[in-house]
């Protein structure tokens, strides 16, 4: 299975275990989210398509993969922490910069 059907998989049940939740604990501790975070740097390139696409909570994902495989996350400054729009956007500029945006 390539990379990109494995992260649908489990995005898609991700989505549909933890849709409506508003605990980030539930969300972030999901099997499927944790395979995904599994799946390491391979994963950041289509988590960031689903952010751009679908604006889920992925940020977690993200810094967690960048920790595990010594990688710089951008700076998210102290005002933009909890506003999606500009979470997403740095994000994505991130992804962008670093070549993990296709």
Do not use: K
């Amino acid at each position: 299975m390539s990379v990109e059907a494995a992260f649908r998989l489990f995005a898609d049940q991700w989505y549909g275990e933890t849709g409506g939740q508003s605990a980030p604990a539930r969300i972030v501790n999901n099997a499927a989210y944790l395979a995904i975070i599994g799946m390491g740097a391979r994963a950041i390139v289509p988590i960031l398509r689903d952010l751009r696409d679908r604006g889920g909570y992925w940020y977690p994902a993200l810094r967690a993969i960048c920790d595990a495989e010594g990688m710089a996350p951008p700076e998210i400054p102290a005002d933009a922490r909890g506003d999606f729009r500009r979470m997403t956007s740095i994000w994505i500029g991130w992804g962008a910069a670093n070549g993990h945006v296709a």
